[in-house]
């Protein structure tokens, strides 16, 4: 396996790297070397279903109907969620969704606004 961090726009393993860049050679996305050594010091990464990296506060729209578990609703895709918090969970983010109330989502399921 390689050392060398995955595309975050393709999620091709077949990075490499130039001088001070990652390179993806399947999509040509390049991204600096120096954020992803900076964002692993700090801790888990939270990306979205695009690759984004998501943060405390930020705005993310759901990708899909999600069925909620024990109440039969039904949040559908497109909902906005503002303010989300991000926790090391099974469950990635936790926030509040107008209508459902206080939610845990997972983050494989939005895309950042």
């Not at 801790?43 to 979205?48: M, Q």
Request: with cysteine; aromatic share 6%; net charge negative.
């Amino acid at each position: 396996m390689s050392a060398l961090p995955s595309c975050p726009k393709c999620q091709s393993e077949f990075t490499y790297e130039d001088g001070s860049l990652f390179v993806c050679p399947e999509c040509a996305h390049e991204w600096p070397a120096q954020a992803e050594a900076a964002s692993e010091e700090a801790g888990k990464v939270y990306r979205d279903a695009a690759g984004n990296v998501l943060q405390d506060g930020d705005t993310v729209t759901v990708i899909k109907d999600l069925k909620l578990k024990g109440s039969g609703g039904v949040i559908k895709m497109g909902t906005k969620v503002k303010g989300i918090r991000l926790v090391d969970s099974d469950h990635d983010i936790d926030c509040k969704i107008d209508g459902f109330g206080p939610m845990s989502l997972k983050s494989e399921f939005v895309r950042k606004v």
